[in-house]
């Protein structure tokens, strides 16, 4: 990642802090002015991406830190942790909005300026809208996975709005009271689905998943494109730390080959790899042929890929 993504995802990070404050504001306005226990709910939700924010703001500025003696790979990963704590902040919203509504399933109140209330609302679920598919579109396009998790629950508490405005409608119209602290119950359910995805996906993470199965195919396509005059490739693989790429393969060359031959093929892979993935950390081993292959293996003659385990 160079100095320009890395000085725009902490600023998108960083902007995520003050604006959460403000939809937080808006929210808890919009909760003073109905008692609607379902918007008490969206705005307590509110608190936990105030956190959320801070908390991303800080990891990623940890993550872009430059490999050191005791991190030798970088500190990409630290992005995953950001999300793991995410998902789990949202886990305590939903909690929290349950114990506040099942307080007023037995005796539900009428709200005040609920017209009002739904406005307010309504502004605060645009402009998270607006930041939801930023933070995403953002995160996606850099592999930034404290973005992206940042966004998910951003976007879930536009879900969440939107079902509190739908609720409180229906609790307007029809008269009955309990649709609001059921509204906010609605609200819990979902929250923890999006929290659990949250949560699932940042741990594939830190359990090094492999890159996408487009970004593996151009990988070897680029390998077996720039491979000429070696005899083949084998245990290829790949994992992905947030914005970084690792890739390590064996690159079987003729026994009488020099070594200066040998590393201008590696040379000539590297930079196409380069062009695919930009920043991909790339290891080869070379050996001479007779050794036996094993893994993931590379057919370099009829450049194509054939994914075979030993």
Same mark, same amino acid.
């Given at each position: 990642?160079?100095?320009?993504?890395?000085?725009?995802?902490?600023?998108?990070?960083?902007?995520?802090?003050?604006?959460?404050?403000?939809?937080?504001?808006?929210?808890?306005?919009?909760?003073?002015?109905?008692?609607?226990?379902?918007?008490?709910?969206?705005?307590?939700?509110?608190?936990?991406?105030?956190?959320?924010?801070?908390?991303?703001?800080?990891?990623?500025?940890?993550?872009?830190?430059?490999?050191?003696?005791?991190?030798?790979?970088?500190?990409?990963?630290?992005?995953?942790?950001?999300?793991?704590?995410?998902?789990?902040?949202?886990?305590?919203?939903?909690?929290?909005?349950?114990?506040?509504?099942?307080?007023?399933?037995?005796?539900?109140?009428?709200? #005040?300026?609920?017209?009002? @209330?739904?406005? *307010?609302? %309504?502004?605060? $679920?645009?402009?998270?809208?607006?930041? !939801?598919? &930023?933070?995403?579109?953002?995160?996606?396009?850099?592999?930034?996975?404290?973005?992206?998790?940042?966004?998910?629950?951003?976007?879930? #508490?536009?879900?969440?709005? @939107?079902?509190? *405005?739908? %609720?409180?409608? $229906?609790?307007?119209?029809?008269?009955? !009271?309990? &649709?609001?602290?059921?509204?906010?119950?609605?609200?819990?359910?979902?929250?923890?689905?999006?929290?659990?995805?949250?949560?699932?996906?940042?741990?594939?993470?830190?359990?090094?998943?492999?890159?996408?199965?487009?970004?593996?195919?151009?990988?070897?396509? !680029?390998?077996?494109?720039?491979?000429?005059?070696?005899?083949?490739?084998?245990?290829?693989?790949?994992?992905?730390?947030?914005?970084?790429?690792?890739?390590?393969?064996?690159?079987?060359?003729?026994?009488?080959?020099?070594?200066?031959?040998?590393?201008?093929?590696?040379?000539?892979?590297?930079?196409?790899?380069?062009?695919?993935?930009?920043?991909?950390?790339?290891?080869?081993?070379?050996?001479?042929?007779?050794?036996?292959?094993?893994?993931?293996?590379?057919?370099?003659?009829?450049?194509?890929?054939?994914?075979?385990?030993?």
């Amino acid at each position: 990642m160079d100095a320009e993504t890395s000085k725009l995802i902490r600023r998108i990070a960083f902007w995520g802090i003050p604006l959460s404050l403000f939809v937080m504001g808006l929210k808890a306005l919009a909760w003073y002015v109905t008692g609607s226990v379902a918007l008490l709910s969206d705005a307590l939700e509110s608190t936990v991406n105030v956190i959320a924010a801070a908390i991303a703001y800080g990891v990623i500025s940890y993550a872009q830190k430059p490999a050191d003696d005791d991190h030798q790979f970088g500190h990409h990963k630290a992005e995953y942790l950001s999300a793991v704590v995410e998902g789990m902040l949202i886990v305590v919203a939903a909690i929290l909005i349950v114990w506040e509504a099942a307080g007023h399933l037995s005796k539900p109140e009428p709200m #005040d300026a609920p017209l009002l @209330g739904m406005a *307010i609302n %309504g502004v605060a $679920a645009v402009i998270n809208a607006a930041w !939801a598919w &930023l933070l995403i579109k953002v995160g996606t396009q850099h592999h930034s996975p404290a973005l992206k998790a940042d966004g998910r629950h951003v976007l879930s #508490d536009v879900v969440t709005s @939107g079902g509190v *405005i739908i %609720g409180l409608v $229906a609790a307007t119209l029809t008269g009955y !009271a309990i &649709l609001d602290p059921l509204m906010a119950i609605g609200v819990a359910i979902n929250i923890l689905f999006e929290g659990w995805k949250v949560i699932s996906q940042s741990v594939n993470g830190l359990l090094d998943r492999a890159v996408t199965e487009e970004e593996d195919a151009a990988i070897k396509k !680029a390998i077996a494109e720039n491979a000429a005059g070696s005899l083949g490739v084998h245990d290829l693989r790949n994992r992905r730390a947030g914005p970084a790429v690792f890739i390590d393969f064996h690159l079987v060359v003729p026994e009488s080959m020099a070594v200066g031959q040998a590393h201008d093929i590696c040379d000539r892979i590297e930079n196409a790899l380069h062009k695919v993935i930009s920043g991909a950390s790339i290891a080869i081993h070379v050996e001479p042929e007779g050794e036996t292959p094993h893994g993931v293996r590379v057919n370099i003659a009829a450049h194509k890929s054939l994914k075979k385990r030993a």
